[in-house]
C-alpha cells in the first residue's frame, strides 16, 4: 500500500496516485524500476519536488493546476509519454525545457496553449520524436493515450511465427477417427476389400447359371 505524510511512498513499476489531493511530491522516494507514475486530479501547482526517476517511460499529469516550471522534468531522460492534459498552459515557451526529451506521445488538450497560432505545427517541430500531439498523429489520426497495441502485435507475432519467422500456418482440427487405411498401415488392405463386397443378388443369379447349366448337360446325355 502507499502510506502518505512522513512515511516515504513505496514506489512498484507502475505508480498510482491519482486523485491524492495535496501529495507532496518530496515524499516520492525514486525506484530504478518505477517506469509510470500517474498524479491525474492531484491539485498540483508546481513540480518543484518531482524526484528524478531514471527509468520513467509514462507520466500522467492530467486535470491539475500547473502552468510552467516543467523543466524540472527534464532531468526524466527517458520520458516518452506525458499527459498535461487539463491543466493551465498558455504558452510554448513553456514546453521548450522539455524539448531535449525522447518524447513520442504529448497531450495538452484543455489548456490554452491550443489556441495559440500554428499550435500543432510548433509542438511537432519542437519535438523532433513525437509521434502523436493530444491523441493524434501529424496526418490527424486518432491514436489512444493507453494503446499498447505494437506490445500486443509483438507478442501475438511471437506466438503465431514459426522458429525460422516463416508466416504463421493454418491449424487444422484433426480428423474425430483415423481413416481405414491410417488404420491398416500405409499400404495394407483389408481381407474384405481382397475377396470383394458380397452381394446377395449376385449369389443368386450365380447359383441359377449353375442350375441351367446342369440342365443342359442332362438333356445332351438323354439325346
Not at 13 to 39: F, R
Not at 61 to 79: F, M, P, Y
Request: charged letters at 35%; a negative charge; glycine letters at 8%.
Amino acid at each position: 500500500g502507499i502510506i502518505l505524510g512522513f512515511v516515504t511512498v513505496c514506489m512498484p513499476e507502475d505508480l498510482i496516485l491519482d486523485g491524492q489531493k495535496g501529495i507532496d511530491l518530496s515524499t516520492i522516494e525514486p525506484k530504478d524500476e518505477t517506469t509510470s507514475v500517474h498524479l491525474s486530479s492531484c491539485g498540483l501547482t508546481s513540480l518543484a519536488k518531482f524526484p528524478t526517476l531514471k527509468n520513467l517511460r509514462k507520466l500522467d499529469l492530467s486535470d491539475n493546476r500547473i502552468s510552467g516550471g516543467l523543466e524540472v522534468l527534464s532531468s526524466q531522460t527517458k520520458l516518452e509519454k506525458l499527459s498535461l492534459a487539463g491543466n493551465a498552459i498558455k504558452e510554448l515557451s513553456v514546453l521548450k525545457p522539455l524539448s531535449t526529451l525522447p518524447l513520442t506521445m504529448l497531450d495538452l488538450e484543455k489548456n490554452p496553449v491550443q489556441e495559440t497560432e500554428n499550435y500543432r505545427t510548433a509542438v511537432f517541430d519542437l519535438f523532433p520524436k513525437l509521434q502523436a500531439l493530444d491523441q493524434q498523429d501529424k496526418s490527424g489520426e486518432q491514436v489512444e493515450w493507453d494503446s499498447d497495441d505494437d506490445d500486443e502485435e509483438d507478442e501475438e507475432g511471437e506466438e503465431e511465427e514459426g522458429d525460422d519467422g516463416s508466416p504463421p500456418k493454418k491449424k487444422h482440427k484433426p480428423d474425430s477417427l483415423p481413416g481405414t487405411a491410417a488404420m491398416l498401415g500405409s499400404g495394407g488392405e483389408s481381407e474384405d476389400d481382397d475377396e470383394g463386397d458380397f452381394d446377395p443378388d449376385e449369389e443368386e443369379e450365380n447359383e441359377e447359371d449353375e442350375g441351367f447349366s446342369d440342365k443342359e448337360g442332362d438333356g445332351n446325355e438323354e439325346e
